[in-house]
């Protein structure tokens, strides 16, 4: 039996394949099932203002160098309007509900508008020298330490190694061949242990200068060694790294005013958690 006219163009209609779909999204996710909200009046509107129509201009612009042509721009209006409905649509269905991707991408909007005045915040001269001050630490040059190294085979070479150099010997021609450098030039405690093992650096800064000594341990065996230069950490005048300061103190101060929000926003909230849960 052939299929009545009526009911072929109704097979083939696509409004009642989206309420099919529709359907089958309630049936197969009813954690999406609740009530929708229901429309307020003014919901089924659509205002494409001339400040969004010009917003999009300005990104096609931006994209292609040039002005959109009108039906190019005509068509810009027709994908955000086409957006628009299918945006509220989705939120009818409760599409949004649930939805890692999308909880994450709120937050950090709720987020970045609570920080976004702080862009704009300038402390005083006094407000910031204070911050600084109990900050310096942090952009303090690090200590740094200048040697040379002698690596031996054994141990039991340090007393014959010490003598030849004592003797005058040249420090190029003792020891054994490695790929670490004979000479560190000013080297931070974070260099010199990434080559020669952790503690290596406060070992040699225990030394006392210009004299060959050891043997010391690093990572790869024993060394002779000769401490040539040593600086201590030195914090710099506030002016000379006035920029990075007010960078940092501007995330300080947005992260604080992110955690003040938070916990506003918490205080409106009743948590009951599970009894043998952790605390957040």
Same mark, same amino acid.
């Given at each position: 039996?052939?299929?009545?006219?009526?009911?072929?163009?109704?097979?083939?209609?696509?409004? &009642?394949?989206?309420? &099919?779909?529709?359907?089958?999204? =309630? =049936?197969?996710?009813?954690?999406?099932?609740?009530?929708?909200?229901?429309?307020?009046?003014?919901?089924?509107?659509?205002?494409?203002?001339?400040?969004?129509?010009?917003?999009?201009?300005? $990104?096609?612009?931006?994209?292609?160098?040039?002005?959109?042509?009108?039906?190019?721009?005509?068509?810009?209006?027709?994908?955000?309007?086409?957006?628009?409905?299918?945006?509220?649509?989705?939120?009818?269905?409760?599409?949004?509900?649930?939805?890692?991707?999308?909880?994450?991408? %709120?937050?950090?909007?709720?987020?970045?508008?609570?920080?976004?005045?702080?862009?704009?915040?300038?402390?005083?001269?006094?407000?910031?020298?204070?911050?600084?001050?109990?900050?310096?630490?942090?952009?303090?040059?690090?200590?740094?330490?200048?040697?040379?190294?002698?690596?031996?085979?054994?141990?039991?070479?340090?007393?014959?190694?010490?003598?030849?150099? *004592?003797?005058?010997?040249?420090?190029?021609?003792?020891?054994?061949?490695?790929?670490?450098?004979?000479?560190?030039?000013?080297?931070?405690?974070?260099?010199?242990?990434?080559?020669?093992?952790?503690? =290596?650096?406060?070992? %040699?800064?225990? &030394?006392?200068?210009?004299?060959?000594?050891?043997?010391?341990?690093?990572?790869?065996?024993?060394?002779?060694?000769? &401490?040539?230069?040593?600086?201590?950490?030195?914090?710099?005048?506030?002016?000379?790294?006035?920029?990075?300061?007010?960078?940092?103190?501007?995330?300080?101060?947005?992260? *604080?005013?992110?955690?003040? $929000?938070?916990?506003? =926003?918490?205080?409106?909230?009743?948590?009951?958690?599970?009894?043998?849960?952790?605390?957040?």
């Amino acid at each position: 039996m052939q299929p009545r006219p009526f009911l072929s163009r109704l097979i083939r209609e696509p409004l &009642l394949h989206f309420a &099919l779909i529709g359907a089958l999204v =309630f =049936f197969l996710y009813p954690g999406n099932a609740t009530t929708p909200a229901t429309p307020v009046v003014g919901s089924y509107v659509i205002d494409v203002t001339p400040q969004v129509r010009d917003r999009l201009a300005a $990104q096609f612009a931006a994209t292609w160098n040039r002005q959109p042509e009108p039906d190019e721009l005509a068509g810009l209006l027709s994908e955000h309007v086409r957006e628009e409905v299918l945006y509220r649509e989705a939120l009818a269905l409760g599409l949004d509900r649930d939805d890692p991707v999308i909880r994450q991408r %709120m937050r950090l909007k709720m987020e970045f508008l609570g920080e976004s005045a702080v862009g704009a915040m300038t402390p005083t001269d006094a407000e910031l020298a204070a911050w600084y001050a109990a900050n310096a630490a942090e952009y303090a040059a690090p200590a740094t330490i200048t040697f040379g190294q002698i690596m031996l085979t054994d141990p039991a070479e340090a007393e014959a190694t010490l003598a030849a150099l *004592a003797a005058g010997a040249d420090p190029a021609t003792l020891g054994r061949g490695t790929l670490l450098p004979a000479q560190i030039d000013a080297g931070s405690a974070q260099a010199v242990d990434g080559l020669f093992g952790t503690g =290596f650096f406060d070992a %040699m800064s225990q &030394l006392a200068p210009a004299i060959w000594a050891g043997p010391i341990e690093s990572a790869y065996g024993p060394h002779i060694v000769r &401490l040539d230069v040593i600086t201590t950490a030195k914090e710099p005048p506030l002016e000379t790294v006035r920029d990075a300061v007010l960078e940092d103190w501007r995330r300080d101060q947005a992260e *604080a005013l992110r955690e003040s $929000q938070f916990q506003a =926003f918490l205080s409106r909230y009743t948590v009951n958690l599970p009894d043998d849960g952790p605390t957040p």
